[in-house]
């Protein structure tokens, strides 16, 4: 009864402000990682400490993340000199200066284990705490460790023109607990501000779809351009509604842009974290980045970490796109789910502002609707390029689609919708029109890299098992053999709640007892490519039939929990159950890495495909070419024999029939260049040039051939020209070697 009448007067408040007709700009007041003055000496500050008039100079300064215990700390705070009785208070002050005034404020807040906020010494906030809040009150634990943003809406009266002081304490659940967070964020709004997102959809090389919600209505309008500080161009849509979608079109490739949010009146959001990169043209070896996560929308501590530790991972590296591999919205994927378990645990990351968004659904997104329907809010969320958009034939459904990127195909599949009267799924390979609309697909497929993924894995042991679990198996049994033949690289899986990774396999469509290193295994390396034993890359080639497909199950973005009496499933390579993570994609040209970053923030996991790799090269040069460029073929480290180097692109003064190679410091890959001259028949040859031991020349001129270069042992040299063959000064053969001359006329 309480939420509902919540509701009621939210809705109310709603509508109020929907009828306002001016707005006022969101300002960001105390920013996450802000300074603060702190007290970490377990004293009792009774309670002047939390008025405007307290004198702090004596206590110390430092930025948020404050804490101990976790090692996300930015400053790590003092919990005295017995680490098993702890003080049970820490202390932070911060002074704020308002030079408008706000229709509300939105205070968000991470603490481990109870708060309590107050603003100019009136409590506004409190989590964890009974009543009264003294210093050696305990805290109930707080049971997401401190990693979700608790946030809540104050009206804004709570804060007056001028200075402000902001007071916090943070309490422990015991003398004995292990760790202590507190970071805040104070954003000023007003009648009109953004709800959710800005989120980026329908990335290509020429444009960008910006979506957002805003918490009243109001008229939609970007501003964009190159130059931060000129936002020059801008979109505008003068329809008052909350769910804004608006289309940028005319750009240009791979290159950065910068956008704020507006309506007709002024700018409502914008940071320096507003921006995106348009997709290069299609075909580029461009180096892509991109995020994937499984299972995410959680709410819990797990999915902070996993995004923490993947955002601490990458630094300030951009990311190209952001997969998601369903059940993207626990229970049941309804908007209000999608709005606190999805939006707002990411939005105010860089990633939702800057990374496009490519998802795929789950059974979970399907809850809240029916199969075959598609109506639900993963549906209405997401604008997906069903018509062939960013490149592949149009699929004309929402549950499934493809889309090109760099040098890269992407095919996002749905595995648990319906389609038809039929109610064909996924596995219903005879006749399911997403079958038909894949084989067509990969079909007209030219790109370098195919990557695949949808919700549901072949391989799996861990909370869901792929032996007893139907559709897990008639997937595995129907659709991996058409994957297969073509020229799919990596799957990439979600909803088991755990990490699974194979080896380069094929062929295995049985059991997990059918399954056989020897005969499903084509290789026999782990792939890390880390210089541990049998670790060397998994190697490619263009053109050839498929040599395997490596298959991950990476359903722990969100949670971990439990598995199969007999997890890891035999076919996997490493596995991890105990911890969340994502996966981090890396593609360059013929390489593509991806690594599993735990919650910890470690490198679980990695592996590397390569293709094109370990080449035989015959080199062909003019009789008297003075230099040539050698480059290896792979992307990463490089020692060339002769001459030394350890650059990708070498340049040598050839010799006729040396060869010369270079290898990796891991002595996984090897290139080798035989230099030959171009046999083509000319009118005339000069020959200077080193000729290498163990090698034949064949020149032939239709008028004359002059030598003065020496010869090697063990070379064959066959001379013939049609008017005169000519040995010169410096003319030699040594020991061994073959010289045959004779006057004859050449033809091409």
């Not at 100079?57 to 101990?68: D, P, R, V």
């Not at 370098?448 to 098992?465: A, F």
Request: net charge negative.
């Amino acid at each position: 009864m309480q939420f509902v009448l919540k509701m009621a007067i939210l809705k109310s408040i709603f509508l109020i402000l929907a009828s306002v007709s001016f707005t006022m700009a969101q300002s960001t007041i105390v920013a996450a990682g802000d300074t603060w003055k702190y007290l970490d000496n377990g004293s009792d500050q009774g309670t002047t400490w939390r008025n405007a008039g307290f004198n702090d100079a004596l206590w110390a300064s430092g930025n948020a993340e404050f804490g101990y215990g976790e090692g996300d700390e930015t400053t790590v705070v003092n919990y005295g000199p017995d680490p098993n009785n702890k003080y049970i208070t820490t202390y932070f002050r911060k002074v704020v200066t308002l030079s408008s005034t706000y229709s509300s404020f939105l205070l968000r807040g991470k603490r481990d284990d109870g708060v309590a906020v107050y603003f100019n010494g009136v409590q506004v906030f409190k989590d964890g705490l009974g009543d009264p809040v003294l210093y050696n009150t305990l805290a109930t634990n707080a049971a997401d460790d401190g990693q979700v943003w608790l946030s809540t809406t104050l009206p804004g009266n709570v804060l007056q023109m001028g200075q402000n002081t902001i007071a916090v304490e943070i309490h422990q659940t015991a003398s004995s607990s292990s760790d202590l967070s507190f970071d805040f964020e104070l954003i000023g709004q007003n009648s009109v501000f953004v709800s959710r997102g800005p989120y980026l959809q329908m990335a290509s090389s020429t444009g960008m779809q910006i979506r957002y919600r805003t918490i009243s209505l109001t008229t939609s309008k970007i501003n964009y351009g190159t130059d931060p500080n000129n936002l020059i161009l801008s979109v505008s849509d003068n329809a008052f509604k909350t769910e804004h979608i608006v289309n940028l079109i005319g750009l240009q490739p791979n290159t950065k842009y910068y956008y704020n949010i507006a309506n007709t009146d002024q700018i409502i959001q914008s940071s320096a974290n507003h921006y995106f990169y348009t997709a290069p043209t299609i075909g580029t070896e461009k180096k892509t980045k991109v995020w994937v996560t499984g299972d995410c929308g959680t709410g819990t501590s797990t999915q902070a970490n996993v995004k923490n530790a993947f955002l601490n991972y990458v630094g300030n590296n951009y990311i190209d796109l952001w997969l998601l591999l369903g059940d993207n919205a626990y229970n049941s994927g309804y908007d209000n789910e999608y709005q606190t378990l999805f939006f707002e645990p990411y939005q105010n990351s860089r990633t939702m502002k800057q990374t496009p968004i490519f998802p795929a659904p789950g059974n979970h997104d399907y809850y809240s609707t029916s199969q075959g329907s598609r109506s639900g809010a993963y549906f209405q969320n997401f604008t997906l390029p069903t018509n062939g958009e960013i490149g592949g034939p149009p699929s004309y459904n929402e549950g499934y689609y493809s889309y090109n990127y760099a040098n890269i195909h992407f095919i996002s599949l749905d595995s648990y919708g319906t389609e038809t009267a039929s109610l064909y799924r996924l596995s219903d390979t005879l006749n399911s029109p997403q079958i038909t609309w894949l084989k067509a697909d990969l079909a007209a497929n030219t790109q370098k890299w195919t990557i695949v993924y949808w919700h549901h894995p072949p391989y799996t042991m861990g909370s869901h098992n792929s032996d007893s679990e139907l559709e897990l198996r008639y997937i595995r049994e129907k659709v991996l053999p058409i994957l297969e033949r073509n020229n799919v690289d990596l799957v990439l899986c979600g909803h088991s709640h755990n990490y699974e990774r194979t080896r380069l396999i094929k062929g295995h469509y049985g059991l997990e007892s059918s399954f056989s290193p020897t005969s499903h295994n084509k290789s026999n390396s782990s792939g890390r490519y880390d210089g541990t034993a049998d670790s060397c890359p998994y190697e490619k080639t263009s053109g050839l039939p498929n040599k395997g497909i490596v298959y991950v199950v990476a359903g722990s973005a969100g949670w971990v929990t439990s598995k199969q009496a007999t997890y890891p499933h035999d076919a996997t390579v490493y596995s991890n159950s105990e911890t969340g993570g994502s996966i981090y994609l890396e593609i360059e040209g013929n390489r593509l890495d991806s690594k599993w970053i735990s919650e910890n923030g470690t490198v679980a996991d990695q592996f590397t495909i390569m293709k094109d790799v370990n080449k035989n090269s015959e080199i062909e040069i003019a009789p008297n070419q003075s230099s040539v460029n050698l480059q290896a073929s792979w992307i990463g480290d490089y020692i060339w024999n002769n001459p030394a180097g350890n650059t990708k692109t070498i340049q040598i003064n050839p010799i006729i029939g040396q060869q010369y190679f270079v290898e990796d410091s891991r002595q996984c890959l090897r290139d080798t260049f035989l230099i030959k001259v171009n046999p083509n028949c000319v009118n005339n040859h000069q020959l200077t040039k080193v000729v290498g031991g163990n090698s034949t020349l064949a020149l032939n001129a239709s008028q004359a051939i002059s030598a003065s270069s020496s010869l090697q042992s063990g070379t064959t040299v066959n001379f013939g020209a049609g008017r005169s063959i000519l040995l010169e000064n410096g003319f030699q053969a040594s020991n061994g070697g073959v010289f045959k001359a004779e006057i004859k006329n050449c033809v091409n």
